[in-house]
Structures are given as structure tokens and as C-alpha cells.
């Protein structure tokens, strides 16, 4: 088995999405497997790319310039699923990103064991949505999709304690509040197997953001920081806006987000 930087640096230098998944997917289990055996396997160093290769589509566009589509509607459906399939293969990356990034970084086994894990279930979130826009006749790659996804892996390239606080703290958080309101419109056009993958996502995303808190505040404890003025300090530095209530509170407590963490920096707090 190569060292486990080595990996997540083939992850990011795969382009297309299915087979990054697969890559993802097969290091995920030699990983586990080798855990499993009760073995310490090597962290290694990796070369990162700054950016992660990419299928040639979809075009990717500034988001105020993709197209807006009532969910209410077959079309506008398909492009939620579409930008949900974006999300989850730029989270494939953020996670194998977050190894290779701070290798160097000396960290317990449970944290590669976190990571591991979250980037393995982010790759089988994007193959479900996939497989759902596939069900619908279409693909990922057949609509635009937001080019400025990775813009918090570049701002936080060098700063781990940034990263961990702007990717699973704030963002994966964001997508505890909104998934509820997604998996009711799935429900309400009776798409049975959008409803079910949507709610495999719901339930895997609290563990991301739970990983993120339970590092953020290893890593606060090490360098004995405070890790509520920390994480202020840290998403007005690399977020770029205010957090957008509502917040989904009960997921956020049981991620381990409190809520004096994220409410003094939302909107017109
Ligand atoms: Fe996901
Ligand atoms: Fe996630």
C-alpha cells in the first residue's frame, strides 16, 4: 500500500468524476482494511496540485452566472441535483486535499481515519447523485456549475487550522441547514430514490462536520487558543460573508457546533 499522501494526491490528479470516486473508493478500503489488521500504515508527503483535475465539463461559471431554475419544475429539479453532485465531488477533493495539504502537520491516526472516511461517503455521495440525474436522463457535466467552489481550499492552503474552520465548520454546517428544505422538494415530486440518497447525505454530513469541530479543537488545544474566539478570528479572515440563518441547531449541537460559534458572525449579528 503507498503512503496515504500519495494517495490523496492520485485522488486529486484524477479528472473524471466517476473514476476519482472509484480511486477514492479503493484507497478508502485498502486504508480501512490495513486499520482493520491493527496496522499504523504511513502518512508519507504528497505534492498537491493547487488545483484538482477536473472533467472537461461541466463549464464552470461564475455563480451569478448560472442559470437559476425553479425547483418546482422537472428542469430546475435536474439542476439541483446537478449542483449537489458538484458539491459532493469538490468535497471528494477537500478531503483528500486536507491529507496531502498538511501532511507534514504530525496528527493522531484518528484524524486520517476521519478523513479517510469522510472522502470514501463524499464519493458515494456524488456516484448517488449521479446515478439519480442518470434516472432522470441526464449527467453530471450536462449543466454549468459554480467555478468558485475550491476559492476555500486555495485562501486556506497554508493555514490548517483556517481550513478546518472555513471547509467542515462553516460550509459542510451549511449543508445540515439547507438538505432538510431539499429532501422536501424531492419528496413533494415523489422522486422516491432522490428522497432516499439525499437523506444518506443528510445523515453522513453531521459525522464531516463533527470531525471538523473534533480536530478544530484538538488543534486549539494544542496551541492552547481559545477555540470560539479562534474560529472567529479564523472564518472572518478566509470566509468571504456572513453566515445565512437559519441554522439547523439541533444537527450543528450534535456536530459538536455550539451556538455562540456561528451566531455572532451571522447576517446582521
Ligand atoms: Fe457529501
Ligand atoms: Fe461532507
Known amino acids: 500500500m503507498i503512503p496515504l499522501a500519495e494517495m490523496a494526491e492520485a485522488v486529486l490528479r484524477t ?71 458538484h458539491i459532493e465531488l469538490n468535497a471528494v477533493d477537500l478531503h483528500w486535499d486536507i491529507i496531502a495539504r498538511f501532511a507534514h502537520v504530525k496528527m493522531p491516526m484518528g484524524f486520517y481515519d476521519d478523513w479517510v472516511k469522510a472522502a470514501d461517503e463524499e464519493s458515494k455521495h456524488f456516484n448517488l447523485m449521479c446515478d439519480c440525474l442518470e434516472e432522470l436522463g441526464s449527467h453530471y457535466g450536462a449543466l454549468p456549475a459554480h467555478a468558485g467552489m475550491w476559492r476555500a481550499a486555495e485562501d486556506t492552503v497554508d493555514d490548517f487550522m483556517g481550513r478546518l474552520a472555513v471547509v467542515p465548520m462553516v460550509l459542510e454546517a451549511r449543508g445540515l441547514d439547507v438538505t432538510p428544505g431539499m429532501i422536501e422538494i424531492f419528496r ?49 479572515t478566509y470566509f468571504h460573508g456572513a453566515l445565512k440563518p437559519p441554522f439547523n441547531e439541533e444537527k450543528r449541537a450534535e456536530a459538536g457546533i455550539p451556538p455562540d460559534f456561528y451566531w455572532p458572525l451571522a447576517d446582521g449579528a
Not at 34 to 51: F, K, L, M, S, Y
Not at 61 to 67: A, C, E, M, Y
Not at 229 to 234: I, V
Open 15 to 85: 479528472a473524471d468524476g466517476r473514476e476519482k470516486t472509484a480511486l477514492s473508493r479503493r484507497f478508502a478500503a485498502d486504508w480501512q482494511a490495513a486499520r482493520d489488521r491493527g496496522e499504523t500504515p504511513q502518512i508519507g508527503r504528497a505534492d498537491p496540485p493547487v488545483h484538482p483535475a477536473r472533467p472537461a465539463a461541466p463549464e464552470l461559471l461564475s455563480p451569478r452566472d448560472v442559470p437559476r431554475r425553479r425547483p418546482g419544475t422537472p428542469e430546475g429539479r435536474i439542476a439541483l441535483l446537478h449542483a449537489v453532485a
Open 188 to 236: 413533494k415530486a415523489k422522486s422516491t430514490s432522490a428522497v432516499a440518497a439525499l437523506e444518506t447525505i443528510y445523515a453522513e454530513e453531521v459525522s464531516h462536520v463533527a470531525y471538523g469541530s473534533k480536530w478544530f479543537h484538538f488543534l486549539c488545544g494544542r496551541h492552547e487558543e481559545d477555540p470560539k474566539e479562534r474560529f472567529h478570528a479564523l472564518v472572518r
